[in-house]
């Protein structure tokens, strides 16, 4: 290191406001920040969450997300890596809208201004973006390719056999050769013969051709948010029906809608997740959503013969279901409808009919009606009844489910209101039974019987309360058959056996359940009893242990009783399959991507409806369809888009001179975020998406940064769109996010009401939010930005500290005086060597750069502060000038770099070194030099501390043994008895047991 200290220009105090705008001005002048192309350098591209651009501006909460990411960037610029950190604006969207709306301006014009402010302010704070690479969703040359990607969804299908995405061409050619004979379609799908498909014209082609592309329009029950006046996908409405946006409560309506195939990605969206570095939490939610669960199609048949398919993820469960319900409108149900039960059967179709999806299915008393049909279960042939419920519905997996009582608790709900009978297949995992045995239904000696075999019981009454296993419940109901003089007895929950003076019946079929509902009510007197399961969740003894849905062994189930529980359920699919009775099926909770939003300000779909119903999508190029210009952006009175109003820009004539008009709705902003990563690698390329080469070296991404907030949305949609232009053989990356991180809230300010402390959000209607701007005047950018990094663990919220940023600023201080003036205002006098002072250099190299590449920027800022301490107390040494001081001084403003930008570059150039700092190499850290020469070694006696030794840091464990055996502490504690083992953990411990 060289000696610049003769160099230096003129003290004077730090002031940020004077040297932060010059060095911002000069960086953005040189270009120091420009992504060169691909090259032979290795490549880092970070990117933060694009985010939509507010009139609010930023607050210090974004630059929670901003600024570590900028140190990330910085490091990795001086480690020599080709780094691509950019930044754009998702522009689209309700938001901008709502606000051109209520403000009168064009949202264009307002997103614009929007924009140049959050740009303005992350200059300000110094981020490093290549704003040469800045992109906006809501321009044509951006949204060109989003059109362009939405043509390839519907012009593709998902073929299951190779397990990706192929051209519509070639199902089209696969139909006509060979219908869906070898599509592997569920069971529950219509087959088509290719004669079937080569007669259909081309809107039935049309028709049937929208069951399989990734883009699709379909009429559905969507979620209508009445304060935006759109459709929003089932992810933006949260658990109370509210839209995640507006807060309004959701209607449901049925419309025309746009959607996204999403689904034919589950396996791939679930199975990947395997592949990247993200958050677990938020891999869980990914999971959760995407709802994956293996089971079975398993076909019952009606006795007029007719296939009646349901999925089921519990096919183990087969010989307890008791009866089926269907969807009022379902096929079928005219067909196995009775005539004495026509007329109140029709009259419920009607009225469900009449209900919203929403209503029906929300948490309420089930309502159903028996058709009069019945069906056969196909494991043991037993004749099960057809029932119609409104809660099924027939846009949801069949249409139909097997209803399995005793291990479901809605079919439980059911069986009991309409007396259906409820047998138990499945045994609880924890094998837990009881038993009354009631007040003068015995004979005395049955309490001594019960002592002596060691039943543990309780009496009430005259009532005894027995608890014990399904194991032994054969022998307590003999124990109990044997004492019984009238009445019954039973035991449940685990062993279910109904136990009468003459005989013992084990409920374990339909048959079983009728005899002992019988003897019952015959017992009773009256007809209230209509199964047994009906009779024992009247006794309060019972009602916790009557139901459960736990997996387990099954009982009462044939051929696969006393298997485990997976080797059940794949022993009954196997068996399913062998005998043409159904076979397996992957099924997942997530639902189709509804993009359509009844708009203005939103991508325009590139599809015309030609006056003969056919859908027409444009050619590439006839790509960007532009919005056109309007007066009025207000969403219209029936819900329809403002584009329908515009007449010349909707209605078009064909090249064949049909008539058509344009699709009116425009696509959710989602669907412009699930790609712009691949775009800033290629930012204005006008002839494609991005360049071949460039994508192939900047993807995937190397770490993205963000909130948690968009755990399913946006990360989820943008996984799928990269899945499906790596089929297309677009991209050469099928995980768009190699690594994930998500940055903690900055709260407000905390503070106390009436005793109480209070930690809120950052709102502009509170009046509590502080912006970068008044801090950055008040103490720096480079005060804020080292305080954004230093609050806390990057993951955690916390909330601001008004001490926070000037103790930082408080410490640049101290690095200002301790570069430019290390003499003055000298302290006490210190001992400290230059073999120290490297070793701490060389130290803090190592702790910066573990800490930057962890996350832990708050320890990156400690270990800063601590080397600025130990630089000082160096001065107090003497060492001032020294060439170990110069090289702690250098490496001191290297360090500093990222994180303060301004100060060490101003540093940098004072003390005469070459322009650029942030153009500089990261220092290497010596690990010989790094190195303790001394160490502190713990000694302990059987596992407790009982001395401590500073030992040479080379120390042996032959050397360590001896010093902990010589120690005197140890051997008073040993006490001359024998010693067993000495266990020596080289430079931490020597333990000795005795």
């Known amino acids: ?114 924009a140049d402010n959050y740009k303005r302010q992350m200059n300000m704070i110094g981020v490093s973006y290549d704003w040469s690479r800045e992109i906006s969703s809501s321009t044509p040359e951006y949204y060109h390719w989003t059109q362009w990607i939405f043509l390839r969804l519907y012009n593709s299908w998902y073929d299951p056999r190779v397990d990706q995405a192929r051209p519509i061409e070639t199902l089209e050619d696969e139909l006509s050769q060979n219908g869906t004979a070898n599509l592997r379609l569920p069971l529950s799908e219509p087959q088509l013969t290719a004669a079937e498909w080569n007669a259909f014209d081309p809107l039935q082609r049309q028709e049937y051709l929208r069951r399989f592309r ?7 029950a969507v979620n209508w948010d009445p304060v935006d006046k759109t459709v929003i996908a089932n992810e933006e409405v949260d658990a109370d029906r509210r839209a995640w946006r507006s807060g309004a409560l959701v209607e449901r309506k049925i419309l025309k809608q746009w959607f996204f195939r999403i689904t034919a990605y589950a396996d791939r969206l679930d199975r990947d997740l395997d592949t990247v570095d993200w958050p677990s939490k938020i891999v869980t939610m990914q999971r959760n959503w995407i709802g994956r669960s293996e089971g079975a199609e398993v076909i019952f048949h009606t006795e007029q013969d007719d296939e009646i398919i349901v999925f089921t993820t519990r096919p183990d469960t087969l010989w307890g279901a008791t009866f089926m319900v269907l969807a009022p409108e379902h096929p079928l149900v005219a067909k196995i409808t009775g005539e004495e039960q026509r007329a109140e059967v029709t009259a419920y179709v009607a009225r469900a009919q009449a209900t919203s999806a ?75 039974a009881r038993s009354v045995v009631r007040a003068g239904t015995y004979r005395p000696e049955l309490v001594a019987a019960l002592n002596a075999a060691q039943y543990s019981f309780t009496e009430n009454a005259g009532d005894l ?15 109990v058959h044997a004492h019984l003089t009238e009445g019954h007895s039973e035991v449940a929950g685990s062993g279910w056996l109904m136990i009468f003076p003459d005989e013992v019946i084990a409920l374990d079929s339909v048959a079983a359940d009728e005899r002992i509902a019988a003897r019952l ?14 009779y024992l969740v009247t006794t309060p003894f019972y009602r916790d242990i009557v139901y459960h849905d736990n997996y387990g062994t099954p009982i009462h189930s044939g051929p696969i009783n006393g298997l485990p529980g997976d080797q059940a359920i794949h022993q009954t699919i196997a068996w399913l399959e062998q005998n043409g009775f159904g076979r397996q099926r992957l099924n997942y909770k997530m639902r189709d991507w509804l993009i359509s939003r009844q ?39 029936t819900g329809e888009s403002p584009l329908t109003l515009i007449d010349d820009w909707v209605n078009v004539t064909l090249p064949d001179g049909r008539k058509g008009r344009r699709e009116t709705d425009t696509m959710g902003t989602f669907a412009c975020s699930s790609w712009y990563y691949m775009r800033f690698a290629d930012a204005h390329n006008s002839a494609a998406l991005a360049d071949v080469q460039e994508l192939a070296y900047w993807l995937p991404v190397d770490m993205y940064v963000g909130g948690a907030e968009h755990a399913v949305m946006h990360l989820l949609y943008s996984r799928f769109w990269t899945k499906l232009l790596y089929d297309l053989n677009v991209i050469a990356f099928f995980e768009p996010f190699a690594r994930l991180r998500n940055q903690g809230l ?73 570069v430019l003036r290390p003499d003055d205002d000298a302290g006490q ?26 996350f832990k920027f708050n320890t990156m800022v400690s270990a800063l502060m601590e080397f600025t301490n130990a630089l000082y107390k160096a001065r107090d040494a003497g060492l001032v000038g020294t060439p170990a001081w110069n090289e702690a001084i250098e490496t001191l403003l290297l360090l500093i770099a990222p994180v303060a930008p301004h100060i060490a570059e101003e540093l940098w150039e004072r003390t005469a070194r070459p322009y650029s700092i942030h153009q500089q190499r990261w220092p290497v850290a010596d690990p010989e030099l790094a190195a303790e020469e001394e160490i502190e070694v713990v000694l302990q006696v059987n596992g407790k501390v009982r001395d401590k030794l500073v030992v040479p840091a080379e120390a042996d464990e032959e050397q360590l043994r001896e010093l902990a055996m010589t120690s005197d502490r140890v051997q008073s504690f040993i006490g001359g008895k024998p010693i067993r083992k000495v266990i020596v953990v080289p430079g931490k411990l020597v333990n000795v047991v005795i």
């Open 1 to 114: 290191m060289s000696d610049y200290s003769a160099e230096r220009k003129p003290m004077d105090r730090y002031d940020p406001a004077a040297i932060e705008k010059k060095w911002r001005d000069r960086w953005a002048a040189d270009e120091i920040y420009r992504t060169h192309p691909a090259d032979e350098r290795p490549k880092y591209y970070i990117l933060d969450f694009y985010p939509y651009p507010s009139g609010d501006g930023l607050s210090v909460g974004h630059c929670r997300n901003y600024v570590p990411t900028d140190v990330i960037a910085r490091y990795y610029r001086m480690k020599g890596y080709n780094v691509l950190h950019p930044m754009g604006w998702d522009a689209f969207g309700l938001p901008a809208e709502n606000a051109a709306i209520k403000l009168k301006t064009n949202p264009a014009i307002l997103i614009r201004r929007f």
């Open 829 to 854: 006098p210190a001992t400290l060597s230059e073999r120290q002072v490297q070793r701490i250099v060389h130290q803090t190299i190592q702790r910066v750069e573990e800490n930057i590449l962890n």
């Open 465 to 479: 309360l027995v608890t014990l296993t399904g194991a032994q419940a054969p022998e307590y109901a003999e124990l």
């Open 599 to 637: 708009r203005y300000w939103g991508t325009p779909i590139p599809i015309i409806h030609a006056e003969d119903g056919l859908e027409v999508p444009l050619h590439d190029d006839e790509l960007p369809l532009t919005l056109p210009n309007v007066e009025s952006y207000e969403p219209t009175a």
């Open 358 to 432: 929403a209503a029906r299915t929300e948490e309420k008393e089930k309502t159903g009606v028996f058709t009069g049909g019945y069906a056969i279960n196909p494991v043991n042939g037993a004749r099960i009844p057809i029932w119609i419920a409104d809660y099924v519905l027939m846009g949801y997996g069949t249409g139909a489910i097997m209803a399995v009582p005793a291990h479901d608790e809605r079919d439980f709900a059911f069986a009991l209101k309409f007396g259906l009978p409820i047998i138990p297949v499945i045994a609880r995992p924890d094998d837990a």
């Open 746 to 818: 900055i709260m407000a300010p905390a503070r106390e009401v009436n005793g109480e402390v209070i930690v809120e959000k950052m709102s502009k209607s509170k009046g509590n939010v502080i912006t970068p701007d008044e801090v950055v005047a008040e103490h720096g950018a480079d005060a804020l930005r080292g305080y954004e990094c230093f609050i806390s663990d990057f993951e955690l919220s916390v909330p601001w500290s008004t001490q926070g940023v000037p103790g930082v600023r408080r410490w640049l201080d101290r690095v200002w005086r301790i």
């Open 214 to 220: 990734l883009a699709y329009r379909g009429e559905a």
């Open 521 to 534: 009510r015959k017992e009773i007197g009256h007809d209230a009893v209509p199964t047994c399961m009906a």
